[in-house]
């Protein structure tokens, strides 16, 4: 038997796009026009970066990684390194940009293993957060939209790998 999905639209295209417009001011302010290293965690940042960056006017460098976690409990998440980086980011100011924080154990791993690279400075910006879920505690530096725990797919977040290309984040109804 298939299961039904229901979508939910939670935030819309243009709060979306008004959102971001706004993080991407208050990370400017941040690094007040030192050069930044922007690192996507693949998939899932692929369209949040790409809007992001255009919001960044300063001297900026994309690149990208890839991760992946399993959960074979509720309680443990695993997470591997299936893509390195290609750049050297020893004395840069690293600003990593996920789809979402849950439980925080991806990004407490990511933070560990960027750490010993040794970044003049290492920053977490996410498009969501679910802080009820939290099971490491993890610093996010800049957010775009905290929510409850639901789960949600949608400009590029995904159920299965699905639903990534949706240009709205919605909340999946399981029925
Ligand atoms: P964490 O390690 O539990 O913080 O999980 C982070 C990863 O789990 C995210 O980068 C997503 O890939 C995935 N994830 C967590 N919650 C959701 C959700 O509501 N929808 C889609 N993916 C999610
Ligand atoms: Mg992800």
Do not use: W
Request: charged fraction near 25%; proline fraction near 2%; include cysteine.
């Amino acid at each position: 038997m298939t299961k039904q999905q229901t979508l939910k639209v939670m935030i819309s295209e243009e709060q979306l796009a008004e959102r971001i417009q706004a993080l991407g001011a208050e990370i400017q302010a941040h690094y007040n026009g030192e050069p930044v290293a922007v690192i996507g965690v693949l998939k899932g940042c692929f369209l949040f970066l790409a809007d992001l960056c255009r919001e960044l006017h300063e001297d900026v460098t994309v690149d990208f990684l890839g991760l992946s976690s399993y959960r074979g409990t509720a309680s443990t998440g695993v997470v591997r390194l299936t893509s390195d980086l290609k750049v050297d980011i020893q004395g840069r100011h690293v600003l990593i940009v996920e789809d979402i924080v849950d439980t925080g154990l991806t990004m407490q791993y990511l933070l560990k293993m960027l750490k010993t690279r040794e970044p003049a400075s290492l920053a977490v910006c996410t498009l969501l957060d679910k802080p009820s879920r939290r099971k490491a505690s993890v610093h996010v530096d800049f957010c775009g939209f905290s929510i409850q725990d639901r789960f949600v797919v949608g400009y590029g977040l995904d159920l299965d790998e699905r639903y990534r290309n949706l240009p709205y984040i919605a909340e999946v109804l399981f029925d």
